[in-house]
T-cell receptor, first 113, second 112 residues
Framework: EADIYQTPRYLVIGTGKKITLECSQT?????MYWYQQDPGMELHLIHY???????EKGDLSSESTVSRIRTEHFPLTLESARPSHTSQYLC????????????FGNGTRLTVT | TQLLEQSPQFLSIQEGENLTVYCNSS?????LQWYRQEPGEGPVLLVT?????EVKKLKRLTFQFGDARKDSSLHITAAQPGDTGLYLC????????????FGAGTQVVVTP
């Protein structure tokens, strides 16, 4: 069973719309991440958080923003969606120890038309 | 430039055959993880290797971490259709605490 939940699973939206991708985990993990995944490409880290009120940008520049007001919740927001934002977005969490394995959600497939 | 190079990118084999997937880098990793991802799902951890030269076995899957901790391999013996999936390696560097670097993955298809 999934301990980390992402909604929606699929989203098709027009250019210029504001969207929020939801991610929640029930494992009490301090660390949470957002990755972007495109076919044939490595997972790119776009945001991460080490705990409440902590957010950092990842290795891949992204126009999205995140917030971490509660330990279990790490939503990602795009203020104005563009076709270049079309991708698979994966949320993950991990324990605090360095090198702890990631627990991934099932992803949100975003298509911007 | 990818920090972790996986090869091959795609592998299609018959049930019962053996296969090996490689993960190579010029960087040293404090640990390396292997994940498998099935369509419509997120990656799921298979194994973590920490010590250079370490070999771990998970049923028909054998994972090896290179002596210099720069490379790893995954060997599947007598592959089954249930082994089909995208295999991802991910390395943890000591200078990027908590962040993993992923390879682009190897898509494995095992046909009956």
């Amino acid at each position: 069973e999934a301990d980390i939940y992402q909604t929606p699973r699929y989203l098709v939206i027009g250019t210029g719309k504001k969207i929020t991708l939801e991610c929640s985990q029930t494992m009490g993990h301090d660390k949470m991440y957002w990755y972007q995944q495109d076919p044939g490409m490595e997972l790119h880290l776009i945001h991460y958080s080490y705990g409440v009120n902590s957010t950092e940008k990842g290795d891949l520049s992204s126009e999205s923003t995140v917030s971490r007001i509660r330990t279990e919740h790490f939503p990602l927001t795009l203020e104005s969606a563009r076709p270049s934002h079309t991708s698979q977005y994966l949320c993950a969490s991990s324990g605090y120890r360095k090198g702890s394995p990631l627990h991934f959600g099932n992803g949100t497939r975003l298509t911007v038309t | 430039t990818q920090l972790l190079e996986q090869s091959p990118q795609f592998l299609s084999i018959q049930e019962g055959e053996n296969l090996t997937v490689y993960c190579n880098s010029s960087s040293v990793f404090s640990s390396l993880q292997w994940y498998r991802q099935e369509p419509g799902e997120g990656p799921v951890l298979l194994v973590t290797v920490v010590t250079g030269g370490e070999v771990k076995k998970l049923k028909r899957l054998t994972f090896q971490f290179g002596d210099a901790r720069k490379d790893s391999s995954l060997h599947i013996t007598a592959a089954q259709p249930g082994d089909t999936g995208l295999y991802l390696c991910a390395g943890a560097r000591s200078d990027s605490w908590g962040k993993l670097q992923f390879g682009a993955g190897t898509q494995v298809v095992v046909t009956p």
